[in-house]
C-alpha cells in the first residue's frame, strides 16, 4: 500500500468513526427532531406531529425536546400563536373535574400540566412531571407560546 493510499484508508475511518460516535452520543429524541418548528419569538414550542415540546429564549433551545401529548380528535389542541394567561400550580379543572398540576393556561382552557402521557388530552398539553415543573417555573404571563402542527 503506498503512503497516499494508506493516509486515505485512515482518514476514511477516522471519518466514520467520528459519525459513529456521534450517532451514540445522539439521544433517541435528538435523533428524531430536527429541532422546533417555532419561531424566534417563541418562550414555549409544542410540535403537534411529533407530540414534543420545548422551551426556548431568543430561538435556542433552553430545555427539550420532550414527549408531550395533546388533545383528541373529538377535542384537538388549537394550532396557533398564543400568550400564557395564567399559572396555577394545583388546578382543579371545573370542567372535568380532574387535578391538572402544574397549570400553565394559554389558550382558554388549553393548559401545559402534567399529565398522562399516554392518553390524549381535551385539547391541554399533557407533559411529564419533571417537564410540567420545568415548565411552570420557567414560563410566566405575557409569554408566547407556539402550537405547529
Not at 485512515?10 to 435528538?30: E, F, H, K, M, R
Not at 429541532?35 to 431568543?58: E, F, H, I, Y
Not at 400553565?104 to 388530552?121: M, P, T, W, Y
Not at 381535551?122 to 402542527?149: I, K, T, W
Amino acid at each position: 500500500m503506498t503512503s497516499t493510499a494508506r493516509r486515505l484508508s485512515i482518514a476514511a475511518i477516522a471519518t466514520v468513526s467520528a459519525g459513529c460516535v456521534a450517532g451514540i452520543l445522539a439521544t433517541p429524541a435528538q435523533a428524531a427532531t430536527s429541532g422546533p418548528p417555532c419561531s424566534a419569538a417563541a418562550r414555549a414550542c409544542v410540535d403537534l406531529s411529533t407530540q414534543q415540546g420545548w422551551l426556548m429564549t431568543n430561538g435556542k433551545v433552553d430545555y427539550g425536546p420532550v414527549s408531550v401529548r395533546t388533545g383528541r380528535s373529538g377535542a384537538p389542541t388549537d394550532p396557533g400563536t398564543f400568550h400564557v394567561t395564567y399559572k396555577d400550580r394545583d388546578h382543579i379543572s371545573s370542567v372535568y373535574h380532574v387535578a391538572m398540576p402544574y397549570a400553565v393556561f394559554f389558550n382558554g382552557g388549553d393548559a401545559f400540566h402534567e399529565g398522562s402521557l399516554a392518553e390524549s388530552s381535551h385539547g391541554c398539553v399533557h407533559l411529564s412531571a419533571s417537564s410540567a415543573r420545568m415548565f411552570y417555573n420557567s414560563l410566566a404571563p405575557g409569554d408566547e407560546v407556539q402550537v405547529e402542527r
